[in-house]
Structure formats: structure tokens, C-alpha cells
């Protein structure tokens, strides 16, 4: 890649100018906000000023005295500002690279730099207590793009959700059907705090009674939990199939209690003097890695909390050989996942290989009003409900435009716009667009020869063509990174791009050469387009 290149002038003029060992993979290389400015920039000279007490245009003149950049490759390298160093392509090597892409297809923009190497990914994981809302939705939409992004670099991914099946929310959701299925009965129930309370609640009650009649009490709660999770879990799988998401592996926290694994953790755990008991619980250390308190492990109750599960869980993530361990959690982990980190490194594995990327909560807004929101009073909004009324395409590409890490405004007027204010139109749109070019060309029966991409010179066509090189870099740097939202901004940009090409150039024209160039520049345009889309879970339409 042309960016690999570069960063290797650079370092190498730091070597040969400068005296300076720089791994070429150091060398930071950024897209100059403005087109004059070149195609990519770097403020190296900048940075070292301080360290080489030199002015840094003197250091940027030393460095590109230094490179030899080939011009097939490399037009120009320029000295701009304080000591910035500007590359522009050459426009022959970005039209030779063009021409590869088609033929590339649904390839172009992956790459192999971590073949061999397994990944897992986990993500969504939610209790089976109740339908999946939009918050969850963040969660599945970002973990899948991970997922796809981390394949799209090598990885062999195995996408896992990790099935709370056990503890206190379990018994308190089948006290909550049997406090639903007394009222049926004719008898009322006053909801404890945190029992949930929603219409689907009535519906397994429901369920229950036709199936075991009328007799069922406390000695039944059991039976009320198998019931509950059998029925939310169905309709889990069926919302995440709504979004085209299926997991590799559901791992059940039962499980966990059934092979002894909480066991073990636990006593590894004490082992290492990391526990201690006090008022009937059993507490980690977690003062001793920095936490502001120590944190309860096993109620007095003897009702583990998450985190004791969640250890010995990710225990058996390290025993099955990952590479890299990937988690996508909400934000309610913020306070958890740092001590059970701590924890999988106090028992001696290498959590280097963890990633924990925790998204923050999705704010529904109609009208210029808040939608309010609550999993487990009837007045939540459900994922599906929002599939109804905006499309699955349009829920994941929304939840992706933003990163993760920042609050998530979701305007449904605007996720159902047809218009080119919808930013997920406007991207599906340009691929409607550039298929429908394509197919009114074929009627005209255009002559489809090798086309001579020379013919395309115009500030647009060049424009284009230089960001769709940009994609492969994007795509690695977003896998690299774990920021899926790069690839909305991406599309966005390109599809900009593409609209203005198309509102100033015909592509079907008197000239057969010319129509045949930018017929081919317009392939590339879809199949990129297609790719990033893909990426996302997102459909590429053929007409819209």
C-alpha cells in the first residue's frame, strides 16, 4: 500500500539525513485537510525539533534532501508551514491502482496481516430477562462490524455470546412470571423492586398456565425460569437474526457452576490471598490493583455477583487459545471489567491479549423529543420495534456512525428520510445510482474494451480515484484501532464525492474511451461502496 511506502521514505530519510533509527511503523502519516496540500502529509519534522534542538523546516529540508521517493509512485514532495512534508501520488500510479480494483472485487480492501490468528468476539451477552432494546442493538451492531472488521485483516473470528442463565436476575425473573401467573389466576402480587415488569412478562405467564394448568406455586420456580428463558431467548435470536447476526457459540454461565469452574476460580483465587471474608461474604482485593474499594465476590446469601463468574468465564477464554480476546460490553461494565482483569492477570494470564471496549447508551429522539426508555417497565422500546419502524438497515448504520465511546443520539425522523439528508440513503443511494449507470450502459450495448483509464483527468475523477486508494488503509486502521464508526465516516465521504462527480461528468457519453474509463471508475466506486457496506451489515441495493 501507498501509505506503507511513504511511512518507509520517511523513516528512511530520518536514517540517512538525520542519523535517526525509526521503524517505518512509528512514522504517523495524515490525509492534509485540504486538497492543495498533497495527498499525505507528516509533522515528524516537528515533533523531533525539540529533541534535535533544530528549527523543523530544517529538519523536513535535511529529511526530503535525504528521499529518493520513486516518481512513479511519488509526483512531488514538498516543505509546507513550520515544517509539515506534503507527498502528492502520482496521478498515473493512482489510475494503474484503479484499474485493479474491479478485478478485485469484494477482496479489495482486506488484507493478511493476522492470517493464522484466531480471534473471539464477544458482544450483546444481555440476560435473558427480556426483549433486546436499542441499547443492545448499539452493542450487536458493533460487535458484529468488530468481528467482520477483524476477518477483514485475517482473523479467523468466532463470535460468542455469553448466556446468563444462572443467579439472582434468574430467580427474580421467575418470581416475576409467578407473580403474573397468580394474577391470571384471579389473585394479585405486588412486584418487588427490581422485578420485571413488562407485557412479555403477562405473555409467559400466559404460556405457563395453558401448558400446566392452574396448580403451579413457589416449589415451581424452577419450571418458571426454563419457561422465561426458553421464551426470551427465542425471541432474542430472532431480533438478532433481523439484523442478519448469528453467533458461533452460546456459552451458558450454568455451566460454569455445573463443571466446577466457579469452584476452581474461587479457590485459585484464594490461593493467591486475593480473597478474604468479611460479614458472611467472600471479597476480592481489589484495593491491591488500584481500585478505589475492594469489591464482594460471593454474596452472604452464597449468591455469587458477576464478577465471580465472569472470571472463571474468561478462564476458559484463555484455555481455549485465542489470540486475541475481544469483549464489547455497555456501559454498565465500566465498574466490573476492571477487576476481572485484574483478577485473569493475578492468576497468570496474559490479558495483553484482552481488548474490553465498552459503548455508551443510545437516546431515542422524535419530534425534537426524547423517547423514554426502561427494560423493565412496559415502557421501553424494543430493537424490534425499532426495526419496524426505521429498517434494520438504518438501525445499524445509525448506531455506527458515532463512536462507540461517545452518548448515541438516534433521530428516527431523520433514520426514515428518504432524502439525501439520511445518511444511510445517501451512501445506499450512490450504489443505486452507480448500479443503475451500469445497467443503462449495458442496454446501449457500450463497448466494454480494456478501458484506457489515461482518460481520466479531471479534478473529480481524480479525486475519486484517490479516495477509493484510501480504502484499504481505512479498513485496517479501523480493525486496528476497534472503530467501526471509520467506516460510515468513509462511506459518507466517498459517496460525497461520487454525487459530485456524477452532477458534473456523464458517464455514458459520445466517446467510447472515456465512457469505458469511467464506467470502470464507477465499478470501483459500487464495488467499494458494496464492501464498506458489507462491513457494516449493511445492504447495498441495486435500486432504491
Same mark, same amino acid.
Given at each position: ?10 523513516? @528512511? ?5 538525520? @542519523? ?136 479467523? *473470528? ?101 463443571? @466446577? ?215 485496517? @486502521? ?29 458517464? *455514458? ?36
Amino acid at each position: 500500500m501507498i501509505k506503507e511506502y511513504i511511512a518507509q521514505l520517511v523513516a @528512511g530519510s530520518a536514517t540517512k539525513g538525520l @542519523g535517526l533509527e525509526l521503524p517505518p511503523g512509528s512514522v504517523v502519516l495524515e490525509k492534509p485537510k485540504q486538497q492543495d496540500h498533497g495527498d499525505w502529509a507528516t509533522s515528524l519534522a516537528l515533533s523531533l525539533a525539540k529533541e534535535l534542538k533544530r528549527k523543523p523546516r530544517d529538519i523536513a529540508q535535511k529529511m526530503v534532501e535525504a528521499m529518493s521517493p520513486d516518481p512513479s509512485r511519488v509526483a512531488a514532495v514538498e516543505i509546507a508551514g513550520p515544517g509539515f512534508i506534503n507527498f502528492r501520488l502520482a496521478d498515473e500510479y493512482c489510475r494503474r491502482q484503479l484499474g485493479k480494483i474491479p478485478a478485485l472485487g469484494g477482496k479489495y480492501g482486506t488484507g493478511d496481516r493476522h492470517a493464522g490468528k484466531r480471534a473471539q468476539v464477544e458482544f450483546v451477552s444481555c440476560n435473558p430477562t427480556g426483549p433486546l432494546t436499542v441499547g443492545h442493538g448499539r452493542q450487536a451492531a458493533a460487535g458484529d462490524a468488530l468481528a467482520r472488521l477483524l476477518e477483514s485483516q485475517g482473523y479467523r *473470528v468466532e463470535r460468542e455470546y455469553y448466556f446468563n442463565d444462572a443467579g439472582l436476575q434468574m430467580r427474580m425473573l421467575a418470581e416475576s412470571v409467578l407473580y403474573r401467573y397468580r394474577e391470571l389466576l384471579g389473585g394479585t402480587a405486588e412486584f418487588p423492586e427490581g422485578h420485571y415488569q413488562g407485557e412479555y412478562i403477562r405473555d409467559i405467564a400466559e404460556a405457563c398456565r395453558a401448558e400446566r394448568g392452574g396448580g403451579l406455586g413457589e416449589g415451581d420456580l424452577e419450571y418458571f425460569k426454563a419457561k422465561a428463558v426458553e421464551t426470551t431467548f427465542a425471541d432474542i435470536r430472532a431480533t438478532l437474526g433481523r439484523m442478519g447476526i448469528v453467533f458461533d457459540n452460546y456459552f451458558n454461565e450454568s455451566s460454569l457452576y455445573a463443571d @466446577g469452574s466457579i469452584a476452581r476460580t474461587r479457590q485459585a483465587l484464594g490461593d493467591k490471598g486475593l480473597t478474604y471474608e468479611r460479614d458472611g461474604a467472600l471479597w476480592f482485593r481489589a484495593t491491591g490493583f488500584g481500585a478505589e474499594k475492594d469489591r464482594v465476590l460471593v454474596r452472604s446469601s452464597g449468591e455469587p455477583t458477576y464478577r465471580l463468574p465472569d472470571i472463571a468465564y474468561h478462564v476458559t477464554k484463555f484455555e481455549r487459545g485465542f489470540d486475541l480476546i475481544l469483549d464489547v460490553f455497555g456501559s454498565d461494565h465500566q465498574a466490573t471489567y476492571p477487576d476481572v482483569m485484574a483478577a485473569l492477570g493475578a492468576l497468570g494470564h496474559d490479558t495483553s491479549r484482552m481488548d474490553v471496549r465498552i459503548h455508551q447508551f443510545v437516546t431515542l429522539t422524535r419530534g425534537g423529543q426524547q423517547v423514554k426508555m426502561s427494560t423493565r417497565k412496559a415502557t421501553y422500546v424494543t430493537l424490534d420495534e425499532l426495526f419496524d419502524e426505521v429498517g434494520a438497515d438504518a438501525a445499524r448504520y445509525f448506531f455506527l456512525m458515532r463512536r462507540m465511546e461517545s452518548h448515541l443520539d438516534f433521530d428516527l425522523d431523520l433514520a426514515k428520510k428518504q432524502s439525501d439528508e439520511n445518511p444511510v440513503f445517501y451512501v445506499q443511494y450512490a450504489h443505486a445510482r452507480i448500479c443503475s449507470i451500469l445497467q443503462h450502459a449495458e442496454a446501449k450495448d457500450v463497448r466494454r474494451e480494456k478501458p484506457d483509464l489515461g482518460m481520466l483527468t479531471a479534478a473529480e475523477e481524480m479525486a475519486l480515484i484517490k479516495h477509493l486508494l484510501d480504502y484499504p488503509d481505512m479498513v485496517a @486502521g479501523a480493525a486496528e484501532a476497534r472503530e467501526p464508526h471509520r467506516v460510515p465516516t468513509y462511506l459518507q465521504e466517498l459517496a460525497g464525492i461520487f454525487h459530485a462527480f456524477y452532477h458534473k461528468h456523464r458517464v *455514458v457519453t459520445d466517446d467510447p474511451k472515456l465512457s469505458n474509463a469511467r464506467l470502470d471508475l464507477c465499478q470501483a466506486v459500487r464495488i467499494v461502496l458494496a464492501n464498506g457496506l458489507g462491513l457494516l451489515g449493511v445492504g447495498a441495493p441495486e435500486r432504491m
